[in-house]
């Protein structure tokens, strides 16, 4: 009974390919976000959907592309791989009208390794 | 957003409390004070959230003080498995924010 799940938990890809990472919910929840880890461990938010509505999307180059299908799916695609992408993606839910979009349940991660 | 500091890490021994304080300045009126746990190789886990004077739950303890320009996250007793980064946040709780962890606060907790 996963919350927040990640596909794949490892990814191992050379530069310049293309590769998408897939989260999915089952809590019900209305909004998915997607964070970068960086080798420091900062945790830096990425996008947010809000019922498939694009909210957040921060300063990410733009060969990142999320696609949210519908409130319980948010994917990241990511073209052109760059060995800086090199990172622990999180995905995380919450539900927008209790406990308001503070309470974000995470994700395992993905761990992305770009040679 | 307000702006949090925290300590970078701090150590601890088991069956201790341990407090860990945020400083938060900024803080507006309609912000909340939220903390999150990450353990290595994990997401961040979500631990306590509050406005103001104490909030109690079955992991934590949070205090805040009447300005609310700080708070102090409490963990009872701590065990081996409490060592973990400790994030707090700040921000209006049913806005659309840009969530910003920070650098957080790593607790070692020693046998």
């Known amino acids: 009974d996963t919350a927040v799940s990640q596909t794949p938990k490892y990814l191992v890809t050379q530069m310049g390919n293309d590769k998408s990472i897939k989260c999915e919910q089952n809590?019900?929840?209305?909004?998915m976000y997607w964070y970068k880890q960086d080798s420091k461990k900062f945790l830096k938010i990425m996008f947010s959907?809000?019922?498939?509505?694009?909210?957040i999307n921060e300063t990410v180059p733009n060969r990142f592309s999320p696609k949210s299908p519908d409130k319980a799916h948010l994917n990241l695609h990511i073209n052109s791989l760059e060995l800086g992408d090199s990172a622990v993606y999180f995905c995380?839910?919450?539900?927008?009208?209790?406990?308001?979009?503070?309470?974000?349940?995470f994700g395992p991660g993905t761990r992305l390794t770009v040679t | 957003l307000a702006k949090t500091t925290q300590p970078i890490s701090m150590d601890s021994y088991e069956g201790q409390e341990v407090n860990i304080t945020c400083s938060h300045n900024n803080i507006a009126t309609n912000d909340y004070i939220t903390w999150y746990q990450q353990f290595p190789s994990q997401g961040p886990r979500f631990i306590i959230q509050?406005?103001?004077t104490k909030v109690t739950n079955e992991v934590a303890s949070l205090f805040i003080p009447a300005d609310r320009k700080s708070s102090t996250l409490s963990l009872p007793r701590v065990s081996l498995s409490d060592t973990a980064v400790y994030y707090c946040l700040v921000g209006a709780k049913y806005n659309f924010n840009k969530f910003y962890f920070g650098s957080g606060t790593k607790l070692n907790v020693k046998p």
């Open positions: 809590l019900g929840h209305d909004t």
């Open positions: 959907y809000n019922n498939k509505e694009l909210i």
């Open positions: 995380a839910s919450s539900l927008h009208d209790r406990g308001g979009s503070y309470e974000q349940y």
């Open positions: 509050g406005y103001k």
